[in-house]
Nanobody, 123 residues
Framework: VQLQASGGGLVQAGGSLRLSCAAS????????IAWFRQAPGKEREFVAT????????YYADSAKGRFTISRDNAKNAVYLQMNNLKPEDTAVYYC?????????????????WGQGTQVTVSS
């Protein structure tokens, strides 16, 4: 499956952005999709993930209460709504797909990756 992330940009602290991950190729609905992010000089970290049917969502502590992951299998798309953004949310955001039976929350569990989209939050 091929993934393409979009929707990043520059926003002031407290603002919102909605990231999109568009998929093509293999049956999209068979994959859990996650968002990861990587800030300069830091490891890529898990942000949120959603099961193949949207029935389960999981978030990093840093995202809970502010970010919402959702998907529309009819459109082969996954979204990350980010509200109340903080400067520490600044990073390149990647979407990734996993066919694992147990939904992973580490990068090793995801075999397909998009190219990333830059999110910059100014203070």
């Amino acid at each position: 499956v091929q993934l393409q992330a979009s929707g990043g940009g520059l926003v002031q602290a407290g603002g919102s952005l909605r990231l999109s991950c568009a998929a093509s190729g293999r049956t999209f609905s068979g994959y859990a999709i996650a968002w990861f992010r990587q800030a300069p000089g830091k490891e890529r970290e898990f942000v949120a993930t959603i099961t193949w049917n949207g029935g389960g969502t999981y978030y990093a502590d840093s995202a809970k209460g502010r970010f919402t992951i959702s998907r529309d299998n009819a459109k082969n798309a996954v979204y990350l709504q980010m509200n109340n953004l903080k400067p520490e949310d600044t990073a390149v955001y990647y979407c990734a797909a996993s066919a694992a039976m147990i939904i992973p929350m580490t990068r090793d569990g995801y075999m397909y990756w998009g190219q990333g989209t830059q999110v910059t939050v100014s203070s």
